[in-house]
């Protein structure tokens, strides 16, 4: 999210809080995105939709587009392996390269492997932060779980393990779509 509009700014707010922007201001930005030339032989949302509402308004763009998605992939992961990689996730100010102090460790301390940047933590990532943004998953992203079983899409794989293992689950899950 680019610094200066105040669009911009108060979205920032409700990010480094862990709570959720405003729907008025994803759902424009994925209607926007989503008219988009290169993005009419398909896509891939990544954290769109996080609440039920944004899942209907959803539907309706895609509805208006002549599009409708094809699956819906969920990710499980124990609840403190995701605070251990949320928490030590370092990002890069000048490339955001993302590290991991335990899991990708940098070369030397607090200094980006690819380009010499700085690297920090999100504010986001503090560790009371990121249990508030699992509380927020809880509340208001764990129904559309549910809601994409309903719709017959939802495709649920175990996203523990090895970066590489983990991409070739979902490619297979996706593939048959179960
Ligand atoms: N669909 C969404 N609706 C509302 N806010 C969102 C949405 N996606 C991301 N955000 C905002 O951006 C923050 C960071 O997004 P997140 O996907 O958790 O980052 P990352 O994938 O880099 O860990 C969220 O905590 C929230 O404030
Ligand atoms: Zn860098």
């Not at 251990?84 to 940098?106: A, F, T, W």
């Not at 560790?127 to 509340?139: A, K, N, S, T």
């Amino acid at each position: 999210m680019s610094g200066g509009t105040e669009l911009g700014k108060q979205a920032k707010a409700y990010m480094d809080r862990g709570d959720l922007v405003p729907d008025e201001v994803t759902n424009a930005m994925v209607r926007d995105r989503l008219a988009q030339q290169d993005a009419q032989g398909g896509f891939l949302l990544d954290g769109f939709p996080r609440n039920v509402a944004q899942a209907e308004t959803l539907n309706k763009i895609l509805d208006d587009l002549g599009e409708r998605l094809d699956a819906v992939l969920e990710l499980k992961v124990d609840e403190e392996e995701i605070v251990k990689r949320l928490s030590g996730r370092r990002s890069c100010r000048n490339c955001n390269n993302v590290q991991h102090v335990v899991y990708d460790p940098p070369a030397t301390e607090d200094v980006c492997d690819v380009c010499g940047g700085e690297l920090f933590q999100r504010e986001d990532d503090r560790e009371e932060v990121v249990r508030h943004r699992l509380d927020v998953y809880h509340e208001q992203t764990e129904p559309l779980v549910s809601f994409y079983a309903n719709e017959g899409i939802l495709v649920t794989i175990e996203a523990t393990g090895p970066v590489d293992e983990v991409t070739a689950r979902a490619k297979a899950a996706l593939r048959n779509g179960s």
